[in-house]
């Protein structure tokens, strides 16, 4: 679809906000399940301690850990609307790629992860690489 | 603290991160394009497809991703988990080439190197910036 099609068919801020809530819900899931794990500890050492029974007990009764759950699902059923109004070629590549991009800022501000130069240069490499993949 | 090298295990789970997510949404989309179209008036089909042999594989490998997913965020930092299970598109490309014969246009050719280089970049550094709970706070004993 070429933008000026795209732009009669759909209101470009209708695209960006089906895009964004693909982006932003699917960010805000992977940063609570990484928190979750974070606070569950490492799963290896808990399996060795307490058998697998014992990991999976650990991670189903950290409150965080569905929270995470919840805004995945959030993301799928909203990449599923998008897809619905959007065109395959744009919304995959966009969402794909920005989720990167969004997840690394995310990882620096509310998990506090140190973030340096060497991450942020392979950032933009791979959300430029998903992208043409994708598109 | 920062874990300046991985120990083989962990990087078996990256990688395993790395393949099972786009071989097992592969095997997903090989085994639902394959049925015949399903309509939420016959919800018992869409069950039934969930036992086709592509499908199951298909689940099985994303049970997998899963579970390695939430095993590598417990040792190590999201940012280093994403951008080095990253070249999991890489794999998919390259099979899709060299296994189903299909073209890949330059862009796509652009993509992988680019992707490549970010993964390259990322994996020989710490996998670990912020330091995790002790092992007492989440596990039961």
């Keep these: 679809m070429n933008l000026a099609a795209f732009l009669s068919n759909t209101g470009f801020w209708a695209a960006a906000a089906m895009i964004a809530a693909v982006v932003l819900s699917s960010t805000a899931g992977e940063v609570l399940t990484a928190a979750a794990m974070k606070s569950v500890g490492d799963l290896d050492e808990i399996r060795a301690h307490s058998g697998l029974k014992g990991a999976i007990v650990a991670v189903l009764t950290c409150p965080l850990f569905f929270a995470g759950i919840f805004f995945m699902a959030v993301a799928f059923f909203a990449l599923l609307f998008a897809l619905n109004h959007l065109n395959l070629g744009l919304a995959g590549p966009a969402t794909a790629s920005l989720t990167v991009f969004t997840n690394a800022v995310a990882a620096k501000l509310f998990l506090r992860e140190n973030v340096d130069r060497r991450r942020w240069t392979s950032a933009v490499l791979i959300c430029i690489g998903v992208y043409f993949l994708a598109h | ?141």
């Design chain 2, 1 to 141: 603290m920062a874990h300046q090298k991985l120990s083989l295990y962990q990087t078996m789970i990256l990688i395993l991160v790395a393949i099972c997510a786009p071989l097992g949404n592969t095997c997903l989309a090989k085994g639902m394009t394959s049925l015949p179209e399903l309509t939420l008036a016959h919800p018992l089909a869409l069950f039934a497809a969930a036992f086709t042999p592509w499908v199951a594989l298909g689940i099985a490998l994303l049970i997998g991703f899963f579970a390695s997913y939430l095993t590598a965020l417990s040792w190590a930092d999201l940012s280093y988990v994403m951008l080095a299970t990253a070249w999991g598109n890489v794999v998919v490309e390259l099979l899709a080439h060299f296994c189903l014969h299909e073209q890949v246009s330059c862009q796509r050719w652009l993509g992988v190197v680019l992707i490549t280089l970010g993964v390259g970049l990322v994996a020989p550094g710490p996998s670990q910036t912020v330091q995790p709970a002790p092992l007492s706070s989440g596990a039961p004993r």
